[in-house]
T-cell receptor, first 114, second 113 residues
Framework: DTGVSQNPRHKITKRGQNVTFRCDPI?????LYWYRQTLGQGPEFLTY????????KSRLLSDRFSAERPKGSFSTLEIQRTEQGDSAMYLC????????????FGEGSRLTVL | AQSVTQLGSHVSVSEGALVLLRCNYS??????LFWYVQYPNQGLQLLLK??????LVKGINGFEAEFKKSETSFHLTKPSAHMRDAAEYFC???????????FGTGTSLTVIP
């Protein structure tokens, strides 16, 4: 158990709907990362936060995606006007310590867009 | 560009045989290297990491990896495969210059009874 929880674990939605995923890291995780993973691929970086500040966002991330981390605790990832290509596993990871610290992953939120 | 490459998307070994999963990195600055394992419908779990201390790193479940700067490699090994080792394995790299983590495309390990 990494202490990182994600909700919901599974989400099925129709194309065009908005969805929101939540990630709760442990308090020591000053950095929080979001990744997307499709079948047979490695995690693809989306964005990350240091405390409440969003420090980097992937150029692959369209304007339909937005993430927040108010108060530097939990984080949300929202996808607006979902498309079938958004179907994937969305992974959240927390990170503590310095640059040698590893990522602690949650179990992911699987999105299926019909 | 800084990245990591995993050679072989699928590896099959017999139970009890040596496991060797390959990872090569590309970097202009000293890297930090990680191996993660992922079981179906689960998140990634850290197996081991290299952070510029000992070049031979021991991890959980009997796995180990050796950092070889001359070969820009960080291959994962286990002397004797067990059925429970069947999973997806990811190599990842990060750098002293930033917070970004880059993952390889993964290697699916099958263990044959």
């Amino acid at each position: 158990d990494t202490g990182v929880s994600q909700n919901p674990r599974h989400k099925i939605t129709k194309r065009g709907q908005n969805v929101t995923f939540r990630c709760d890291p442990i308090s020591e995780h000053n950095r929080l990362y979001w990744y997307r993973q499709t079948l047979g691929q490695g995690p693809e970086f989306l964005t990350y936060f240091q405390n409440e500040a969003q420090l980097e966002k992937s150029r692959l991330l369209s304007d339909r995606f937005s993430a927040e981390r108010p108060k530097g605790s939990f984080s949300t990832l929202e996808i607006q006007r979902t498309e079938q290509g958004d179907s994937a596993m969305y992974l959240c990871a927390g990170r503590a310590g310095g640059l040698t610290g590893e990522l602690f992953f949650g179990e992911g939120s699987r999105l299926t867009v019909l | 560009a800084q990245s990591v490459t995993q050679l072989g998307s699928h590896v099959s070994v017999s139970e009890g045989a040596l496991v060797l999963l390959r990872c090569n990195y590309s970097s202009s600055v000293p890297p930090y290297l990680f191996w993660y394992v992922q079981y179906p419908n689960q998140g990634l779990q850290l197996l081991l990491k290299y952070t510029s201390a000992a070049t031979l790193v021991k991890g959980i479940n009997g796995f180990e990896a050796e950092f070889k700067k001359s070969e820009t490699s960080f291959h994962l090994t286990k002397p004797s495969a067990h059925m429970r080792d069947a999973a997806e394995y990811f190599c990842a790299v990060s750098f002293i210059s930033g917070d970004q983590f880059y993952f390889g495309t993964g290697t699916s390990l099958t263990v044959i009874p």
